[in-house]
């Protein structure tokens, strides 16, 4: 803080410097997933039908659940292999509550039955819908 002396007045000119920058940014999590959108079934299908569990399979069931168990495990890491995937947490609103989320998921589950019937019932059961989640957070505040 500086604060110079009075010139043209008796008031002093202050001057402040605030950080206002919030330090703990929102919180990142690397977990493991797999690519399924990466999945070809034709290849899986191909490479399921070269392996040693459908061209010679064991004859005990010990056996046969091992080679069952390895084939099928080689084979989703071979066609839909595991990726380090960042998850960015979002806080949300001290507001939004279980109340908003259930108001908010009928809304959506209107919107989706309205979309795939197009319906006038549908239509006006969703934007009555629509109008009363719109002004939800209001009435909930006060």
Not at 53 to 67: E, I, K, R, T, Y
Not at 81 to 94: E, G, I, Q, R, S
Request: glycine residues 2%.
């Amino acid at each position: 803080m500086l604060i110079e002396p009075p010139t043209l007045s008796d008031h002093s000119f202050i001057t402040v410097t605030v950080d206002l920058q919030l330090h703990h940014g929102p919180s990142t999590n690397i977990v493991r997933r797999r690519k399924w959108r990466q999945f070809n079934y034709a290849e899986f299908c191909e490479d399921l039908n070269q392996s040693a569990l459908l061209c010679d399979p064991p004859s005990d069931a010990v056996g046969l659940f091992s080679c069952y168990n390895a084939t099928l495990q080689s084979l989703v890491d071979k066609h839909v292999p595991f990726a380090d995937v960042k998850l960015h947490a979002h806080t949300n609103a001290p507001w939004y509550d279980g109340q908003c989320r259930a108001v908010k998921v009928k809304t959506r589950k209107l919107e989706r039955a309205y979309r795939r019937n197009k319906s006038d019932n549908g239509l006006t059961a969703w934007r009555q819908q629509s109008t009363f989640y719109a002004s939800f957070p209001e009435q909930a505040l006060r």
